[in-house]
């Protein structure tokens, strides 16, 4: 260290400060606040998934501080919107850890936008929850993520649809990287079953008419049919496949339909009956979603709680979590909170019980078979503790603490 | 058997699409050759009024046939008399003009109805032929195609307000000198042309989820039918649309989506190499 005569100076004026008025300076400190950082799409294509995750950001933020913060301090949010947008997700990451100093990042909604920060985050050791159901594989120590990957619905979801339907799948899915992976996916799980897939057609995200592919489905006559269909155009399916009169013949379930509350777009008629498995639906009845529900109502308006979606939760769950690693530690210190949550820390949430794995650092979950009926997501059955298995096949944190990237997961 | 009559009812229906997406730019680009790239979120804004008017309580085929088209066809006016009318004859002019102005569509319907899905049930249940279920949604879409094709041709053929606007499109100047204003006569044609882009985003509304971007899917292969079409309207719209129709669903259906959409492009990059001038340009030469 270099002595100059300016940070004598300085460090002359700051003790003179102190010696004059310590009090004050100690109270200042007290109040001090923690800084959670957020940078959520909220604006743009993506608002329907961005704007309930912020209304949850928000009363996670307000329930914390209403019940006097933590370790004595209260918790500031301080939130950028990326508008959509990928490129304002590297400044935003770089602002949240050079300017405003967080203490944690809580952000990213699609894939390309949590590989966006998630480096500038490790490389600023600043903690980064990714709090969003994904494609699974991401291996980093830095990196926590809180939302479901395929297999742990996939798992539960298909030995129930084959036990009810049969056991020829015909797979429908989007032509990107997650709807890849889900097909490979559902076909293990339904050939592990002693299942058969009859076919697998994959649809670029702007294709809306399904007049033949509706069609081929009946020439091949499955058991029935999985769709990992995304988006507004891919929409158009379930419209068309209600219209043709197919919903009595052969049965559907979906690994997407209703994550963006689809299930509202949809009429009872185009809807019912289609089987998804999720980690959220705010029709669960537990103690903990009353809560929850009554306290959202209560901050953002009851008219707003259908609107709750999966990814809300989880962020809200994700907040929760470090919330309870950084009383657990006594410090909101990267390596102190890490290791308060590698030593499997656990919350009951909304969703139910969330616990940190400590090998992959992704989350151990409920996960809940759900039923289309009347615009709203009943819930058939509920799975306790459901592990990240996928990620769990090629990710080892504890075996190799500093690997850092996303695999691609081989079935 | 079965799996036959459900193919060629397929292609039909695929052919109708081409149809009713295209004709309301024939009208505006093949006529009036104001390269029209709003032509999407005309459609787009059709689709919203039906929907709208479904809501508010109207009858779904009234709501589809009359005031999706209306209310797109004063949308099609206003933007007539305050941007386009400055800009005949200019058509790089026109494209970024009506470039912006989809932007604009899109992000006011952002706006005003957020960037969610919606859309209504279809109005006609699905039947049975033989051992298929088949939308009964696709005989509706492909009788609305019939019945245009039809009108369309009735009215530039035999009656005079088709003749003067064909006339009009053909010399505005001599259209002039015999006592036509060619002002008006743009006006009423951009009209029609924006109230056939509302009908075509009107029927097929039910049949779709609808997002504000969701006109921006059509107007690719809008322009490549009207193109490939070449400079007749109605017969050009038809033979593009059946080869387009034909080739894009027999693809689809023997191997897939994607491969059904790369056979339409592949077809419309032989077809303008081959036939530069359109379809129209060397078969049915001077019809309509």
């Given amino acids: 260290m270099t002595i100059s005569r300016r940070t004598i100076l300085k460090s002359a004026a700051a003790g003179s400060a102190v010696l004059a008025s310590p009090a004050f300076i100690r109270n200042a400190f007290a109040a001090d606040p923690i800084k959670l950082g957020t940078v959520f799409d909220i604006s743009g294509i993506f608002d329907a998934y961005g704007k309930p995750i912020d209304m949850a950001v928000k009363l996670a933020v307000k329930q914390i501080n209403d019940g006097g913060g933590l370790l004595g301090r209260p918790v500031e949010h301080i939130g950028y919107d990326t508008q959509s947008n990928m490129a304002l997700y590297t400044q935003y990451a770089q602002q949240l850890t050079r300017q405003d100093k967080v203490d944690v990042v809580h952000g990213g909604i699609l894939s390309a936008s949590r590989e966006a920060i998630r480096q500038t985050l490790r490389r600023a050791n600043t903690l980064y929850f990714y709090n969003i159901q994904y494609e699974g594989g991401v291996c980093d120590r830095n990196c926590f993520v809180t939302g479901v990957t395929p297999a742990q619905t996939t798992e539960v979801q298909i030995p129930y649809t084959m036990e009810k339907w049969g056991k020829k799948v015909y797979i429908l899915a989007a032509d990107y990287n997650y709807g890849q992976l889900m097909a490979r996916w559902i076909q293990k799980y339904f050939k592990d079953g002693g299942g058969e897939t009859v076919a697998v057609d994959f649809f670029p995200l702007d294709v809306s008419d399904f007049g033949s592919t509706i069609t081929k489905i009946q020439t091949a006559a499955p058991d029935m049919v999985y769709s990992a269909l995304v988006g507004g155009a891919h929409l158009s399916f379930y419209r068309q496949w209600a219209a043709a009169g197919m919903k009595s013949r052969i049965p559907l379930a979906s690994t997407t339909l209703g994550v963006g509350s689809e299930h509202l777009v949809l009429t009872p008629e185009e809807g019912d009956g289609i089987v998804v498995c999720y980690n959220y639906s705010p029709e669960l009845d537990t103690p903990a979603n009353k809560a929850f529900t009554a306290a959202w109502g209560e901050m953002h308006g009851a008219e707003t709680v259908p609107n709750i979606h999966e990814l809300a939760v989880s962020n809200y769950q994700g907040i929760l979590l470090w919330a309870e690693a950084v009383k657990a530690a006594g410090s909101v210190e990267q390596a102190k909170v890490i290791e308060a949550l590698d030593g499997g820390l656990s919350l009951d949430g909304p969703a139910g019980k969330v616990t940190i794995d400590p090998k992959t650092h992704h989350a151990t979950l409920d996960v809940h078979l759900m039923e289309m009926r009347g615009q709203k997501l009943n819930v058939l059955q509920s799975f306790g503790a459901r592990q990240p298995i996928d990620t769990q096949l090629v990710c080892d944190l504890v075996a190799n603490p500093d690997d850092n990237q996303q695999y691609e997961i081989k079935i | ?288």
């Fill in chain 2, 1 to 288: 058997m079965d799996l036959a009559a459900v193919f060629i009812l397929e292609i039909l229906y695929s052919i109708a699409v081409l149809v009713l997406i295209s004709a309301g730019l024939a009208v505006v680009f093949g006529m009036m050759r104001v390269i029209n790239l709003a032509h999407g979120e005309f459609m787009m804004m059709g689709g919203y009024a039906t929907i709208m008017a479904v809501q508010a309580g109207v009858n779904v085929y009234i709501a589809m046939l009359i005031v999706a088209p209306l209310v797109v066809g004063v949308i099609g006016l206003i933007v007539e008399r305050l941007v386009i009318r400055f800009l005949y004859g200019r058509l790089v002019d026109t494209m970024l003009a009506t470039w912006g102005l989809s932007l604009a569509f899109t992000g006011a319907a952002v706006m005003i109805f957020g960037n969610t899905t919606t859309g209504v049930s279809t109005p006609i249940s699905g039947f049975t032929l033989g051992a298929y279920q088949i939308n009964g949604y696709n005989f509706f879409i492909i009788i609305v195609s019939i019945l245009l094709l039809v009108a369309a041709y009735a009215i530039l053929r035999g009656t005079r307000l088709g003749l003067v606007a064909r006339g009009t499109m053909q010399s505005a100047d001599m259209a002039a000198a015999l006592g036509y204003s060619p002002d008006r006569v743009y006006m009423s044609t951009f009209f029609v042309g924006s109230a056939l882009a509302g009908l075509a985003g009107g029927v097929l509304a039910p049949l779709v989820g609808l997002v504000p971007t969701w006109g921006s899917a059509y107007i690719a292969k809008a322009f490549i039918t009207v193109i490939s079409g070449g400079a007749s309207i109605v017969l050009g719209l038809l033979s593009s649309a059946t080869v387009f129709g034909l080739v894009s669903q027999t693809f689809t259906f023997l191997s897939g989506p994607v491969i059904g959409e790369v056979a339409l492009l592949v077809t419309a990059i032989i077809l303008l190499r081959l036939l530069p001038q359109g379809i129209t340009g060397r078969f049915f030469k001077g019809r309509l």
